[in-house]
């Protein structure tokens, strides 16, 4: 894998993301773009795979209020696709937004920050799944075979 390139992009402007250094893969021909996940939870769309866990795996008097911690105060950092059977329409970049319960143990959200959701004020980003644990770590994923995003 080669390094990539940094450059920087004097006319790229943002109001989701102030900064506008960017790296190009010269190989893959793709660009990473550095950007702060919104922190207001009415910026994500719960996917019918996320209600689903929701009900599973989330108490009944934590399923208003957790999803919105997670977003509002959580850790955030990049995650690996995890879940298969979200259609391709709903995925994006995706990150996980961690913290500890009151228990100590872990909640982790996994969100998928779609480009079309940094650009139009109809669209949504996805909530695409949560569970009890810490958030996957992507280099351990991949080393197992798992996806990345």
Same mark, same amino acid.
């Given at each position: 894998?080669?390094? *990539?390139?940094r450059?920087?992009?004097?006319?790229? @402007?943002?109001?989701?993301?102030?900064?506008?250094?960017?790296? #190009?893969? *010269?190989?893959?021909?793709?660009?990473?773009?550095?950007? &702060? *996940?919104?922190?207001?939870?009415?910026?994500?769309?719960?996917?019918d795979?996320?209600?689903?866990?929701?009900?599973?795996r &989330?108490? =009944?008097?934590?399923?208003?209020?957790?999803?919105?911690?997670?977003?509002?105060?959580g850790? &955030?950092?990049? !995650?690996?696709?995890t879940a298969?059977? &979200?259609?391709? $329409?709903? %995925?994006?970049? @995706?990150?996980?937004?961690?913290? !500890?319960?009151?228990t100590?143990?872990?909640? @982790?959200?996994?969100?998928?920050?779609?480009p079309?959701a940094?650009?139009? =004020?109809? %669209?949504? $980003?996805?909530?695409? @799944? #949560?569970? %009890?644990?810490?958030? *996957?770590?992507?280099?351990?994923?991949?080393?197992?075979?798992?996806?990345r995003?």
């Amino acid at each position: 894998m080669s390094n *990539p390139t940094r450059e920087t992009d004097p006319t790229a @402007t943002s109001s989701n993301n102030p900064t506008t250094e960017h790296a #190009i893969e *010269p190989d893959a021909g793709t660009v990473t773009v550095p950007i &702060v *996940p919104p922190r207001e939870p009415t910026a994500y769309r719960a996917t019918d795979h996320f209600r689903n866990r929701l009900r599973e795996r &989330v108490d =009944d008097h934590r399923r208003d209020t957790l999803p919105a911690e997670l977003i509002r105060e959580g850790r &955030v950092r990049r !995650a690996p696709a995890t879940a298969d059977d &979200v259609p391709e $329409h709903e %995925q994006g970049a @995706t990150v996980a937004f961690s913290t !500890a319960a009151a228990t100590g143990r872990p909640w @982790t959200l996994i969100a998928a920050l779609r480009p079309i959701a940094f650009a139009s =004020d109809d %669209q949504r $980003h996805r909530a695409i @799944t #949560i569970y %009890q644990g810490p958030a *996957p770590d992507v280099a351990d994923a991949t080393a197992r075979g798992g996806r990345r995003e």
